[in-house]
């Protein structure tokens, strides 16, 4: 039979485009019945970004069964325009871009093989199932976030539309989630939940998957959030499909591409940790977008001395005050730091710029992660077996937090409703040394019950993509479905 033909459309960020693409690879993998091509636009404000997706197309066909494709964005983002919201309206400025590669990529294969079965869209992409209708093909919605996040925002769709339900903006009050046992307290949503311009376009969008998508297909697995994956089984959604982790784990190649500079950066670092003693040295790292003001870097710096404990620490610079622009390296760390703090910590301490995350995860030396809690970086940390300490920033990071530390206990506190300020180089608030310290030292406790859950469910992360596990499982039931729906 001819091959399945999808049109995967992933929002164009590093957050998002990473989980695509390898769910993109488990899908191949699982099913030599599929051809993916993929449309990655081009957006301004991210130059390596841009490059990676130069790079990605110059070296399509991916194995032989993914394409790249990358599309034009001129879309113009005013100053003045709520980022949550440009967001949205990125992605509906690119629908005529997306409908003319696919109109491309159909006339380029006439009536040979693949033949066009649905497209597979990033959930802030929902405007492309208005796409995917045109071309009467189905539309499956890939969630990069947790099934937890996905439920909430469900659910306050629910709340909106059927029983007209606002949301407080009291940070004192809690919120009763049918997929969580914890009520969740309204200071750790999302500033686009809060936001009452921005929420109404994301639950609309929500509104539109709940209505015309054919599934729901989530970067998790059964054994990490059985409640939240529970709540969307139900018949007024359309199927879930928890198929994860979709996660980098492969360490070489590719992991970063950064070319023979970072090569040698990560050869160094993992050279450190290689003369460190097994899981004893705490990693800290923030995202691409994640970065402190200098008061917060000096508590950071009391609290790795004082605690004694050995430690990886990647420091990125904060773009000057009102730039809209991604962290940068340090030409030199004693632009914020004291020489005499790296003459103090020299024999227990490392400090870098870009990590490799994924390898520095992956080493024995790692007994611990103070991270960011974006959801990769979550699996990331989960399949590796590495426990986490919570510092969110951004998004739906402190939701994300929440659901670690409370209702999953694979997690321990750090912080849960920090908010990062983009237009500040100041922090909005500072986190005391005292408080970094005693989390370190609890993060690192060799038989505490976090780290005994960490290690359970890093195992069940293994199992549920074997044969015969749950993700292995749902990955063949979205592959039938997918395949016995084609026109």
Same mark, same amino acid.
């Given at each position: ?11 164009? /960020? ?63 983002? +005013? ?30 294969? $006439? ?7 649905? @497209? ?28 937890? /996040?996905?439920?909430?925002? /469900? ?5 909106? &539309? ?34 009452? +311009? ?32 529970? /709540? ?11 198929? #994860?982790? +979709? ?5 070489? $190649? ?7 500079? #970072? ?10 940790? &290689? ?53 940068? $390296? ?68 402190? @939701? ?32 005391? +040394? ?14 505490? &019950? ?18 015969? #596990? ?18």
């Amino acid at each position: 039979m001819k091959k399945a033909e999808l049109v995967f459309v992933p929002f164009p /960020f590093w957050s998002h485009l990473t989980p695509t693409i390898e769910f993109a690879k488990l899908l191949v993998s699982h099913d030599d019945r599929l051809h993916i091509t993929m449309l990655i636009s081009r957006v301004p404000f991210d130059a390596t970004f841009v490059a990676y997706i130069d790079s990605l197309v110059a070296s399509s066909p991916m194995s032989d069964c993914i394409d790249f494709v990358s599309l034009p964005c001129d879309y113009v983002f +005013a100053p003045e325009t709520n980022h949550n919201v440009a967001m949205t309206l990125l992605m509906d400025h690119q629908k005529t871009h997306v409908k003319n590669a696919v109109t491309k990529l159909i006339q380029a294969h $006439g009536d040979k093989s693949p033949r066009l079965a649905g @497209f597979v869209v990033d959930q802030l992409c929902s405007a492309m199932v208005d796409v995917a209708n045109g071309f009467r093909v189905p539309t499956y919605v890939f969630f990069t976030v947790s099934a937890g /996040f996905v439920s909430l925002m /469900f659910h306050l769709q629910t709340l909106r &539309d059927e029983e007209f339900a606002e949301l407080t903006n009291s940070p004192d009050a809690e919120l009763q989630l049918p997929s969580f046992v914890n009520s969740v307290p309204a200071r750790i949503l999302p500033e686009a939940v809060l936001d009452k +311009a921005a929420s109404q376009l994301f639950l609309n969008n929500y509104r539109k998957v709940r209505d015309q998508a054919k599934g729901i297909i989530v970067n998790t697995f059964f054994e990490l959030e059985s409640g939240a994956i529970q /709540f969307l089984s139900d018949d007024k959604f359309p199927t879930v499909y928890p198929v #994860g982790p +979709a996660v980098k784990l492969i360490v070489g $190649g590719d992991d970063d591409l950064v070319g023979s500079r #970072g090569n040698n950066q990560k050869s160094e670092i993992i050279a450190w940790l &290689d003369d460190q003693p097994a899981s004893s040295v705490v990693f800290l790292c923030f995202g691409n977008v994640g970065s402190f003001g200098d008061c917060q870097l000096k508590e950071i710096a009391r609290a790795l001395e004082s605690s004694g404990m050995r430690f990886l620490w990647s420091l990125r610079k904060r773009p000057s005050s009102g730039q809209d622009v991604l962290p940068s $390296g340090y030409t030199d760390f004693t632009e914020v730091l004291d020489k005499e703090f790296f003459d103090r910590t020299a024999a227990i301490g490392k400090i870098i710029g870009w990590a490799p995350q994924v390898a520095i995860l992956a080493h024995p030396a790692i007994g611990g992660f103070v991270s960011h809690c974006g959801w990769n970086s979550v699996l990331e940390s989960l399949r590796l077996g590495v426990p986490i300490a919570t510092w969110p920033l951004y998004a739906e990071q402190q @939701f994300n937090a929440f659901e670690l530390v409370k209702e999953l206990g694979v997690a321990v506190e750090i912080k849960l409703d920090y908010v990062m300020d983009f237009k500040s180089e100041k922090d909005p608030t500072v986190v005391s +040394a005292q408080v970094m310290e005693a989390t370190i030292r609890r993060l690192l406790e060799h038989d505490s &019950d976090v780290r005994k859950r960490v290690k359970d469910i890093s195992e069940k992360s293994k199992k549920a993509l074997m044969d015969g #596990g749950s993700s292995h499982t749902v990955l063949n039931g979205l592959i039938n479905d997918v395949i016995d729906s084609m026109p």
